[in-house]
């Protein structure tokens, strides 16, 4: 049964604390995704990883950090420089191309208390 | 900048038709997808159009005009679980997907 794992679904944390998000996927995707969604805004890319070794910056990676040492593992961690971290966050996977369709994970709600 | 704009919310009844509009203007053009979103849940994919005209699967459709930079999903014989969120994304010439806020449809009986 094909698909992408996030866990945990909820995820709480004192403030000053790294948190690593874990995502896996066996649909043999290359490409990988981390996004962030608060309330009312749209997905916003934090990273992405076209190849096994290799990721990229998004539009808001300050305070985030991800490793690609797998094709099927993408792990996100927040650092405590990131300013406001409790958000949703979702991964997703896809092939490479213009057609390629993005799936998601189930998502990792994160609390900063 | 790029830029996706979609209504914030749309309220219609149930059994009834509604569109739901999109228009953008990005850094290049590579495909047009509509995603669902229930609450607290993740995206699912739901189209995707990268020419000109109509794309029909069941009871959702999805249109795209190209030059006007315009797309609309449209919803058939509503249904009370299609009350989700909507959201347009359009993949631009890096291959990266631009995201609009998403549309928040309430369903009415």
């Known amino acids: 049964d094909g698909g992408i794992t996030q866990s945990p679904k909820y995820l709480f944390r004192k403030e000053g604390q790294n948190v690593t998000l874990s995502c896996e996927q066996n649909?043999?995707?290359?490409?990988m995704y981390w996004y962030r969604q608060d309330p009312g805004q749209g997905l916003r890319l934090i990273y992405y990883?076209?190849?096994?070794?290799?990721?990229q910056k998004g539009d808001i990676a300050e305070g985030y950090s991800v490793s690609r040492e797998k094709k099927e593992s993408f792990p996100l961690t927040v650092t405590s420089a990131q300013k406001n971290p409790t958000a949703f966050y979702l991964c997703?996977?896809?092939?490479?191309?213009?057609?390629?369709?993005?799936?998601f994970g189930p998502g990792t709600r994160l609390t900063v208390l | 900048g790029q830029n996706i704009d979609q209504p914030t919310e749309m309220t219609a009844t149930e059994g009834a038709i509604v569109q739901i509009n999109c228009t953008y203007q990005?850094?290049?053009?590579?495909?047009l997808f509509w995603y669902q979103q229930h609450a607290g849940e993740a995206p699912t994919f739901l189209s995707y159009?990268?020419l000109d005209g109509l794309e029909e699967k069941g009871r959702f459709s999805s249109f795209l005009s190209r030059s006007k930079g315009y797309s609309y999903l449209l919803l058939k014989e509503l249904q009370m679980k299609d009350s989700a969120s909507y959201l347009c994304?359009?993949?631009?010439?890096?291959?990266?997907?631009?995201w609009g806020a998403g549309t928040k449809l309430i369903i009415k009986p």
């Open positions: 997703a996977s896809s092939g490479w191309g213009d057609a390629d369709t993005q799936y």
């Open positions: 649909l043999n995707h290359d490409a």
């Open positions: 990883s076209q190849i096994v070794n290799d990721f």
């Open positions: 990005t850094s290049g053009f590579n495909g």
């Open positions: 159009n990268v």
């Open positions: 994304a359009v993949k631009d010439s890096n291959y990266q997907l631009i």
